[in-house]
């Protein structure tokens, strides 16, 4: 599995960023795709969305209504759209994968995969 991420950058506070993930190599057709913060001087990544392959999506509460995950699998992307940006989104975004077979369980931690990140910037 590869997951490329792209479109992070520096964005003022109420702005908007779309980040993208290119994805390839997925062997099965249940796995789900997510988007993971790590914020400035911390080791952990928090779940922000993820979307399975069937299209369900989940998100953390600090983003609802704010961020939007979507998938065009034609173009084997995931994006996430995020609107209204605030000072605490900063943080190095990863792209993570997850295989689900046999489970239907919609779930945005622990994570198998991964790609190398995109660093986004909020200046307020």
């Known amino acids: 599995v590869q997951l490329v991420e792209s479109g992070g950058g520096l964005v003022q506070a109420g702005g908007s960023l779309r980040l993208s993930c290119v994805y390839s190599?997925?062997?099965?057709?249940?796995?789900?795709i997510g988007w993971f913060r790590q914020a400035p001087g911390t080791a952990a990544r928090e779940g922000v969305s993820?979307?399975?392959?069937?299209?369900?999506?989940t998100y953390a509460d600090g983003v609802k209504g704010r961020f939007t995950i979507s998938s065009d699998n034609a173009e084997r992307t995931v994006y996430l759209q995020m609107n209204n940006v605030k000072p605490e989104d900063a943080g190095v975004y990863y792209c993570?994968?997850?295989?689900?077979?046999?489970?239907?369980?919609?779930?945005?931690?622990?994570?198998?995969?991964w790609g190398q990140g995109t660093q986004v910037t909020v200046s307020s």
């Open positions: 993820c979307i399975s392959s069937h299209g369900r999506t």
């Open positions: 190599g997925i062997m099965f057709d249940d796995y789900t």
């Open positions: 993570g994968l997850e295989y689900t077979i046999g489970t239907k369980e919609l779930r945005c931690y622990g994570f198998d995969y």
